[in-house]
């Protein structure tokens, strides 16, 4: 993951010097809308809960860098950024909350519609930091995803220095089931399956760019 970043800076530093009048970089942060996910309790033995539910979306958070580099109304925009994703399972008892921390290095390839406006898409690379359900008592990890690879699209509106970025990530893992030992006496649920740990998300997030052309754009004062 540090070579990856460190590897990240020397681009952005090599595209700096050779577009020096089209390369923005700068910070980004915001929420997330998490959705997805599915558990099904085990049928064997009296009084077992044995019913499926799906994960109640829930917010998280996301921030990092980015960088951009335009070619006319077309643009390529690599950033890094860490996320923290929650979803809720509200089991007999007691919510259970699944969190995941990550990092992302999505590359986007975008277009500029109209003045401030623009659209992209792209592939992300997630490399999960951290998975985990309350209540689980295995120690074996949980697989959030069986390929690092991600799909995003959205668009963008930028104003000088700040913009809002709005996009939706759509995981391109396959389902995969996972067993779950759950504390019966907190939760009301004992032995379970993770039938799908995948999370797609909603993602708003704020721009503050740091570097680049029309930093201090703004609207003209109309004549009189």
């Not at 998280?60 to 077309?74: D, I, L, R, S």
């Not at 799909?151 to 509106?157: E, F």
């Not at 797609?200 to 109309?222: C, D, H, S, T, Y």
């Amino acid at each position: 993951m540090k070579k990856c970043i460190v590897g990240l800076g020397i681009f952005f530093s090599l595209i700096s010097s050779a577009f020096s009048q089209e390369f923005s970089y700068g910070l980004k942060g915001g929420v997330n809308y998490s959705m997805g996910g599915q558990i099904t309790g085990e049928s064997s033995g009296v009084g077992n809960w044995d019913e499926t539910i799906e994960g109640t979306p829930a917010y998280g958070f996301h921030g990092g860098v980015f960088g951009q580099v335009n070619f006319g109304k077309f643009f390529i925009r690599p950033e890094v950024v860490y996320t923290s994703l929650e979803l809720d399972f509200e089991f007999p008892e007691k919510t259970s909350t699944y969190s995941v921390q990550k990092f992302d290095i999505p590359l986007m390839i975008g277009y500029n519609v109209w003045g401030p406006l623009d659209i992209f898409a792209g592939p992300s690379y997630s490399n999960i930091l951290d998975s985990a359900l309350m209540g689980n008592e295995l120690e074996d990890p949980i697989v959030v995803q069986n390929t690092p690879i991600n799909a995003q699209i959205g668009a963008k509106v930028e104003f000088g220095r700040f913009g809002i970025d709005v996009r939706y990530e759509h995981s391109l893992s396959n389902a995969e089931v996972q067993n779950l030992d759950i504390v019966r006496s907190e939760y009301g649920v004992n032995r379970a399956y993770f039938d799908d740990a995948r999370i797609n998300q909603l993602i708003v997030g704020v721009i503050f760019k740091i570097g680049g052309p029309g930093l201090n754009e703004r609207r003209r004062r109309a004549c009189y």
